[in-house]
């Protein structure tokens, strides 16, 4: 009875779909370039030309120097170069990114989850919830928090994860409505199975594709999110290098010094443009029914 | 179909009061100081507290709350502890020229995502269609701002075709105000001279915005005209000897429409609420700047006033859209 | 190059035409022809228009074109000048003025400025005791006005005060009955907030807050001389190079927040004039001489010459090095003063003598969040002070947070950084405020106290002889230096950016980018 009606469990199905991945040329790029800013974030001070200048070292005889073999990004309005910077900048642009996309995919999944599960009046009062908060507007709401909480690393993180769990919440809470329905689940329960064991051991598993497909997607987003609060002024303390906070500085000092602005805006392009193709090919190639 | 629409309808009572909860709780429960940013940097102790007395912020977080929620029911938002104006006066002189970015960014993302989607789905898998796929994925990761600036770059500081920023030229008054949206007013007013200006500053700031919606478009456009010609019965019909590009006009058109109305309604709200950052960098006169400025100074009526008034327009549009959807498409049941 | 003043429709023609009375005066042929509205763009917006509470320099330049005070000041070094005001006598010991008013003076309402308006105004602005009140404090008090008659004035001081002329800029003059007929609550500074009861050239005709005001030559324009104006526009231009951009392109006539980068970049640039001027405007880095490691004079020394001046100077662009306490050129200031420079072997030294003689220690420093060359400063400090192996945390904050912080030595970070515009071009204005105890607790002297500073001081604002007043301040400036309370900055030039069409303009180093707009012209 057990082993016969089961569908493929997700396990059985990976192998198929990491095939299926390897095939999308376009994919195998975005984890490329994924790779490339995790090894940034991970290495990215010690492969800086001028690591003084990440910790906050500055050069005040050498400001607003065009790009040069020496500094192919040129140097900022403290001589700083700004390739290191952009290169040391990836960690904080990344670690905020992956920490709002983390803890608020995690509350979501656990409000989703609980919802989902215990039916009721607590799935209404919850989903009721979900509901307004997909409504507020995010980025107000990140800015409203961060800018009451102060600048800083882990306000800033603070302020975008409490408006992003919400989606989070709708598709776990979906997934688990859908798994409870499926043979395995509703044979492990009709076999005595606890509560707890069902929801771990039968349902969990089968949401874990879809939340992994929505993460990477959601983690170029998050990028972009933290580069703007930065770029508003909220951001992470200086002398912290980020990318978007770099570009807020940059601006003011376009046209004709233009290339301070280049370096940070393509990181994060770049960067964004990485995780955006990764979670298309994941979505494709693990989620195949989930459109967007 | 009226029952629907009633029944929606009532539901936004509580969607707003849930909304303004919600905004409270956040604003509320935040520590801060806002009376003493208003209140500036010579105020006495006494003044902070007039102050405070004066806009309620010395009582209870939920007494604040039921007395805002009254004066909701009768329009009435609040005073900005900053300008100490109206809230809904402010939002009504700011809120036009959000709505009239957004539409324009829409209509541009409309525009050019139908067709370059459907020409994408005809070339499945061959090289145009797989630069645009890249192209619509590198559209979506561009941060606006960014965009914003290369734009200005080149086409107001290099080229000089296009002005920098703002909603008109410093020195024309904004045309007589019926709709509050400056080119639509200076159309109905025949004034050509400032529906061009209006037109030109409208340019720049709605093509960095329309990006991502286009990308959208774009691609749901494309999968779903793809999903149609696999069909069962467009095979059939191509069997029948039908044309098939009589065939594809006629189911993909509909496709188009519903794909269209499903991307308004996601990325109306949300660029209501986005448009911030272009804002920011156009120096555009809109809900957005007027939102930063209040946030930057922790002046918490305007900003649970946007909050709010974007919202109830995301939820409007999206009903729409479900009406719209009803109204295309006979097979939708409203329930 | 877009030329504004041709891209105007005919609305505006007329609309500007019939506000103003130059316009409506002219014949017909001619009024056609563009009015002159000289276009001004500024980072700060209008939060309150009222004379007697406002302060910052937007609301300055309101005060000095829309309101008109006693007296004005003109000219490098600045002088009294005569506003409602067309004569004055001072008594000897310089404890009464008094003051003829101009019988041309009209408000904009067209009832005449009289005595009782003056005296009214006064004493309103002492007591709300807001805005710039604390210049007159312990001056003034109501009961040392009088008006003698319709048009004289007598003011007599509860304290002398050298400086007591140049201070009355800051006290425009309202109408009294259009005030009284407004009081409300709370002495007509709700009404004021919003609306105006001045006298001064120009009148406001539009606010649009957060992005433009309009402004008119007023009809009842009283003042002798001046320029060819019919309107001014105040536009807010909120991001950095938009200002400098708009005036490249000739979209604007004057940008008033123009940074050095913006300087380089106009050098040069087709129909723009750029004015760089020194200005009394101070940047020091004040330390807590009271709490933590910065209590120990030894620490602030090493600290003192640790700092990285010529960086420091690099960074701010178009600026000079301080020399001690007081702005350069103002009266009494040393030039020889002997002040700490950079020298590592002479900050290792000290740093030698204090509790930490190797550094490691961690110190704090904040700074106001919407001012970017603070954050350069702050970041200037922080590379300088790694050679005495000590590290620094730099917090941006909000205005009123920083304000705060200062209440007390266990608040106030180990430095924080002051910017200090004079508001009149006496020394007593930096002195008293920077460095005399009865600040303590102020955001511009949050700690430093000292009896033998404040004597000097005190002295210092008694004395009317120039000679004894220069030898007082050299004293106190030997005395401040001798106890390094502050890492003593730059004094950043003002730089204004404006079009070669803008005719008129005097540069006085008091306020400067608040615009007097009645003596410009556009040709």
């Known amino acids: ?292 | 179909m009226l029952r629907f629409l009633f029944r929606r309808l009532l539901m936004l009572g509580p969607v707003l009061v849930g909304l303004t909860a919600i905004m409270f709780v956040i604003a509320r429960l935040l520590p801060g100081d806002p009376v003493g940013l208003a209140a500036g940097p010579n105020a006495t102790l006494a003044e902070r507290a007039a102050l405070a007395q004066e806009f309620g912020l010395d009582r209870p977080v939920w007494d604040q709350y039921l007395s805002y929620v009254a004066g909701l029911a009768r329009g009435d938002l609040g005073r900005s502890l900053m300008t100490r104006r109206p809230v809904a006066e402010d939002i009504a002189i700011y809120l036009p020229a959000t709505l009239e970015l957004v539409l324009a960014a829409m209509a541009l993302a409309i525009a050019l995502g139908l067709p370059l989607g459907l020409l994408t789905a005809l070339w499945q898998n061959r090289w145009p269609d797989r630069l645009g796929q890249v192209l619509a994925i590198g559209a979506i990761s561009m941060p606006r701002f960014f965009l914003g600036l290369l734009l200005q770059l080149v086409f107001a500081i290099w080229l000089m075709w296009l002005p920098l920023g703002g909603q008109l030229p410093v020195v024309t008054l904004p045309p007589p105000r019926v709709t509050g949206l400056v080119t639509l007013d200076a159309a109905l007013a025949g004034d050509w001279a400032t529906l061009g200006a209006a037109c030109r500053h409208l340019a720049l700031p709605a093509l960095a915005l329309s990006l991502s919606p286009l990308a959208a478009i774009l691609r749901m456009m494309r999968a779903s005209a793809i999903e149609v010609m696999a069909q069962d019965y467009v095979t059939a019909a191509r069997a029948l000897g039908l044309p098939r590009r009589k065939i594809l006009i006629k189911t993909i058109g509909r496709n188009a429409v519903s794909a269209t109305l499903t991307v308004i309604g996601l990325y109306f709200g949300w660029l209501l609420g986005g448009t911030v950052l272009v804002e920011t960098v156009f120096d555009w006169p809109g809900l957005g700047l007027y939102a930063t400025r209040a946030i930057l100074s922790q002046d918490m009526m305007p900003v649970i006033g946007v909050a709010l008034v974007t919202g109830l327009i995301f939820v409007a549009v999206n009903l729409a859209v479900d009406l719209a959807y009803g109204l295309i498409d006979p097979r939708v049941r409203y329930e | 190059m877009t030329d504004p003043f041709r891209a105007l429709n005919r609305r505006d023609l007329f609309l500007l035409a019939g506000a103003g009375v130059a316009g409506a005066a002219l014949p017909g042929r001619l009024r056609a022809q563009a009015p002159r509205v000289l276009v001004i763009a500024s980072g700060q917006d209008f939060p309150n228009l009222d004379p007697h509470t406002a302060t910052g320099y937007a609301p300055a330049f309101f005060m000095r074109n829309v309101y008109d005070p006693l007296l004005r000041v003109s000219g490098n070094p600045p002088r009294p000048v005569p506003g409602l005001a067309r004569s004055w006598d001072s008594s000897a010991d310089g404890m009464t003025h008094e003051f003829h008013l101009d019988p041309a003076a009209r408000f904009h309402s067209g009832a005449p400025v009289t005595a009782e308006d003056v005296v009214y105004s006064f004493a309103r602005a002492l007591r709300l005791a807001k805005g710039n009140s604390w210049m007159l404090r312990g001056i003034l008090t109501p009961g040392g006005l009088e008006a003698v008659d319709p048009a004289t004035v007598r003011m007599t001081l509860a304290a002398p005060f050298a400086a007591f002329l140049q201070v009355l800029p800051w006290f425009p003059v309202v109408e009294k009955a259009a005030v009284e007929a407004h009081l409300g609550e709370d002495d007509g500074q709700s009404w004021l907030m919003t609306q105006t009861a001045g006298s001064g050239p120009f009148a406001l005709k539009q606010a649009q807050p957060g992005a433009l005001y309009r402004f008119v030559r007023a009809p009842t324009a009283w003042q002798g001389g001046g320029g060819n104006l019919d309107g001014v526009i105040w536009r807010i231009a909120r991001e950095g190079a938009t200002e400098r951009l708009l005036l490249q392109r000739g979209e604007i006539n004057v940008a008033l927040d123009l940074t050095s980068e913006d300087m380089d970049a106009l050098e040069g640039a087709p129909g723009v004039v750029r004015v760089i001027q020194p200005e009394y405007r101070t940047f020091t880095i004040k330390m807590n001489t009271r709490r933590g490691p910065l209590a120990d004079i030894n620490m602030r020394r090493a600290i003192s010459h640790a700092l990285d001046y010529d960086a420091l100077r690099d960074t701010a662009g178009y600026a000079d090095l301080m020399v001690g306490p007081l702005p350069l050129g103002i009266l009494g200031h040393d030039p020889d003063l002997a002040v700490p420079r950079h020298d590592p072997d002479a900050a290792r030294a000290h740093l030698a003598r204090t509790a930490t003689p190797e550094g490691g220690i961690s110190l704090k420093i904040v700074y106001s969040a919407n001012l970017e060359q603070q954050r350069r400063y702050a970041l200037v400090l922080l590379d300088s002070l790694r050679a005495l192996n000590i590290t620094l945390e730099i917090q941006p904050m909000r205005w009123p947070e920083m304000i705060a912080a200062c209440a007390s030595p266990d608040t106030l970070p180990d430095f924080f950084p002051v910017y200090q515009t004079a508001n009149y071009g006496d020394p007593d204005n930096f002195a008293y405020a920077a460095y005399h105890s009865a600040s303590n607790g102020n955001w511009q002297n949050p700690v430093f106290a000292d009896p033998e500073v404040d004597r000097l001081i005190e002295a210092g604002r008694t004395e009317t002889d120039i000679e004894a007043r220069k030898a007082i301040y050299g004293d106190f400036q030997r005395k401040v230096v001798a106890d390094a309370p502050d890492l003593f900055g730059v004094q950043e030039r003002r730089k204004l950016g404006f079009r070669d069409a803008v005719q008129g303009h005097v540069f006085t180093p008091v306020a400067a980018n608040a615009i007097e707009c009645w003596p410009l012209s556009l040709v």
């Open chain 1, 1 to 292: 009875m057990t082993a016969g009606t089961r569908p493929p469990r997700p396990a059985a199905r990976r192998p198929r779909a990491l095939r299926r991945f390897g095939r999308n040329r376009l994919s195998l790029l975005g984890a490329g370039l994924v790779a490339l800013v995790l090894a940034l974030a991970l290495f990215g001070p010690l492969l800086a030309p001028y690591p003084a200048h990440v910790a906050g070292g500055i050069d005040t005889a050498a400001r607003f120097q065009p790009p040069s073999a020496a500094h192919p990004f040129g140097t900022n309005e403290l001589g700083q170069d700004v390739l290191s910077l952009t290169l040391a900048g990836a960690r904080a642009s990344v670690l905020a990114g992956f920490s709002v996309v983390l803890i608020g995919g995690t509350t979501g999944i656990l409000i989703g989850g609980i919802a989902g599960f215990l039916g009721g009046w607590i799935d209404e009062i919850l989903m009721r919830l979900t509901d307004l908060m997909l409504i507020v507007p995010n980025l107000i709401l990140a800015m409203t928090v961060a800018a009451v909480l102060g600048p800083g690393f882990q306000n800033m993180v603070l302020a975008l994860a409490l408006g992003w769990w919400p989606g989070y919440a709708r598709l776990l809470r979906g997934e688990v409505l859908a798994a409870r329905e499926r043979p395995h689940v509703t044979a492990a329960r009709a076999m005595g199975a606890s509560q707890a064991r069902v929801l771990v051991r039968h349902i969990l598993p089968d949401c874990v594709s879809p939340v992994i497909v929505k993460m990477s997607l959601d983690m170029g987003f998050a990028i972009l999110m933290v580069a703007g609060l930065g770029f508003i002024g909220i951001g992470v303390r200086p002398p912290v290098p980020e990318w978007g906070t770099m570009l807020a500085t940059a601006r003011a000092y376009m046209p004709d010094m233009w290339w301070v602005a280049m370096a940070p805006g393509l990181a994060i392009f770049v960067a964004v443009f990485g995780f955006n193709l990764l979670g298309d090919g994941l979505r494709d190639s693990l989620d195949p029914r989930g459109g967007r």
